[in-house]
């Protein structure tokens, strides 16, 4: 707890982990040691950059097939469930996790499992985060978007700060050039649609026609996902993690 009345809890190591989900902590604190199999796809991105879509896009790709349903990255959200969860999904897995190269599991350099990583600008990511901590009660978030924005740039919260968390997972990418990655952006993602999507497939060794890339482009709309998860939502009865989903809602709340 804090003067902005935030609450989270803390890791003995000092990592923060969420309270507005059951976050796992014994997945968490023994992260390094959770098993990886050659077929899996870690989608590793710091909060709010566009995870749930991201998820959704590599699900239909490695199914072949778009289903509408309201199955989405939850299912392979590491931070929320056990280790025997996870040892009893299907493979190929599609894992998605926050966490810092160094608290990687450690098969990821055994060259096991295939990394999808995806940034976004930090001052949207700002303005989501700051939605999400107040959309969940849990986190007892006051004050206005300015109070927030001293914190995230702080890095006290989830995830820690945006900043190390990219520099820390560059410096990575360029000491193990041996471990499979595909870097996107949340921008070039929406702004190059069925490009960054075929680039995503041929990374994933799929091979989908123009026409499976527009339908999977229309079934993860922002729309669609809301309506297909009917999911969380605040206490003004609106979606926690489909929101506007645009590029530059900064503007709206940095002042000059
Ligand atoms: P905003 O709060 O700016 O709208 P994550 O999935 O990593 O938690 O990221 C959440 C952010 O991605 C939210 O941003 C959310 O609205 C946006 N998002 C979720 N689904 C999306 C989609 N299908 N298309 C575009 N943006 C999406």
């Known amino acids: ?27 968490l604190i023994n992260l390094t040691s959770l098993p990886l199999r050659d077929d899996d796809v870690l989608l590793c991105s710091y909060p709010k950059s566009g995870c ?6 590599i699900r239909f790709l490695l199914d072949d097939r778009v289903t509408l349903d309201a199955v989405d990255k939850e299912t392979g959200m590491v ?6 969860y996870f040892h009893g999904l299907p493979s190929p897995r599609i894992l998605n996790i926050h966490e810092r190269p160094e608290h990687m599991p450690a098969d990821l350099m055994k060259g096991k499992a295939k990394i999808v990583f995806v940034y976004r600008n930090p001052k949207d990511v700002a303005v989501s985060f700051f939605h999400h901590f107040k959309g969940f009660s849990a986190y007892c978030l006051e004050g206005n978007f300015s109070n927030f924005l001293k914190r995230f740039v702080q890095g006290l919260v989830i995830s820690g700060g945006i900043f190390d968390y990219l520099k820390e997972w560059e410096t990575f990418f360029k000491k193990n050039p041996h ?21 995503l497939a041929s990374y994933l060794c799929t091979q989908p026609s123009d026409l499976f890339l527009q339908e999977i482009k229309d079934a993860t709309s922002l729309d669609v996902m809301r309506d297909l998860k009917g ?12 929101r506007k989903g645009k590029i530059g809602d900064w503007k709206n709340y940095f002042t000059v």
């Not at 999911?231 to 489909?242: L, M, R, T």
């Open 1 to 27: 707890e804090d003067g902005c009345g935030m609450k989270m809890l803390r890791l003995p190591d000092g990592r923060f982990a969420g309270v507005g989900y059951k976050f796992e902590l014994d997945t």
């Open 52 to 57: 749930h879509w991201l998820w959704q896009n």
């Open 79 to 84: 931070e929320i469930h056990s280790r025997e």
């Open 179 to 199: 471990i499979p990655r595909i870097i996107l952006s949340y921008e070039n993602f929406k702004m190059n649609p069925i490009p960054e999507r075929r680039r």
């Open 231 to 242: 999911e969380v939502k605040n206490s003004a009865g609106q979606s926690v993690f489909y």
